[in-house]
């Protein structure tokens, strides 16, 4: 009985300190780095390993669209550049128009590229936004599935004292 309360208290306590670390994250406050320490193999590990996963995930979608936004900016600027080049073989050849059709070329080319990279962001974007709210949802869900096996934990706790107070008596 005493072993049956103890073995409550140690799975309240793991369930308590996956609990903070899933909402830490959730709430949006918490370090994308931030891993669950698995101290137990039982079902508590393996959710705190499962948790671990995800977080891996969200963190590598994260690097994935700071790199395809880095790879814009550098098209963005890589644009700039070359508009500033057009101008200025424009101003200098205006009478040669072989220049000129060569520098709307080259435009309508980075334009082109940035169409493509514009895209690509935009699609790693989205994807990003989707595997969030799923993983939101699923942090949710386990949220409220920690919540009801505490409890359920709690009333076990409560009923194995019971039994505890009735067969003392």
């Given at each position: 009985?005493?072993?049956?309360?103890?073995?409550?208290?140690?799975?309240?306590?793991?369930?308590?300190?996956?609990?903070?670390?899933?909402?830490?994250?959730a709430?949006?406050?918490?370090?994308?780095?931030?891993?669950?320490?698995?101290?137990?193999?039982?079902?508590?590990?393996?959710?705190?390993?499962?948790?671990?996963?995800?977080?891996?995930?969200?963190?590598?979608?994260?690097?994935?669209?700071?790199?395809?936004a880095?790879?814009?900016?550098?098209?963005?600027?890589?644009?700039?550049?070359?508009?500033?080049?057009?101008?200025?073989?424009?101003?200098?050849?205006?009478?040669?128009?072989?220049?000129?059709?060569?520098?709307?070329?080259?435009?309508?080319?980075?334009?082109?590229?940035?169409?493509?990279?514009?895209?690509?962001?935009?699609?790693?974007?989205?994807?990003?936004?989707?595997?969030?709210?799923?993983?939101?949802?699923?942090?949710?869900?386990?949220?409220?599935?920690?919540?009801?096996?505490?409890?359920?934990?709690?009333?076990?706790?409560?009923?194995?004292?019971?039994?505890?107070t009735?067969?003392?008596?």
């Amino acid at each position: 009985l005493l072993l049956g309360v103890i073995f409550t208290r140690v799975m309240l306590s793991q369930l308590n300190k996956l609990k903070s670390a899933m909402l830490r994250i959730a709430s949006g406050e918490g370090d994308l780095r931030q891993r669950i320490s698995i101290e137990s193999a039982d079902e508590i590990g393996e959710l705190g390993g499962i948790f671990n996963q995800f977080a891996d995930k969200i963190q590598y979608l994260v690097k994935e669209i700071i790199v395809s936004a880095n790879r814009l900016n550098d098209t963005i600027e890589r644009i700039d550049e070359s508009t500033k080049d057009i101008a200025l073989s424009t101003k200098e050849a205006s009478t040669e128009n072989t220049s000129i059709a060569t520098s709307v070329h080259e435009l309508s080319a980075t334009s082109e590229q940035v169409k493509c990279d514009a895209k690509e962001t935009a699609n790693a974007s989205n994807q990003a936004s989707s595997d969030a709210f799923k993983v939101k949802q699923s942090l949710d869900s386990t949220v409220h599935s920690i919540d009801a096996l505490g409890k359920d934990l709690e009333q076990a706790s409560g009923v194995i004292s019971e039994l505890e107070t009735e067969v003392g008596n």
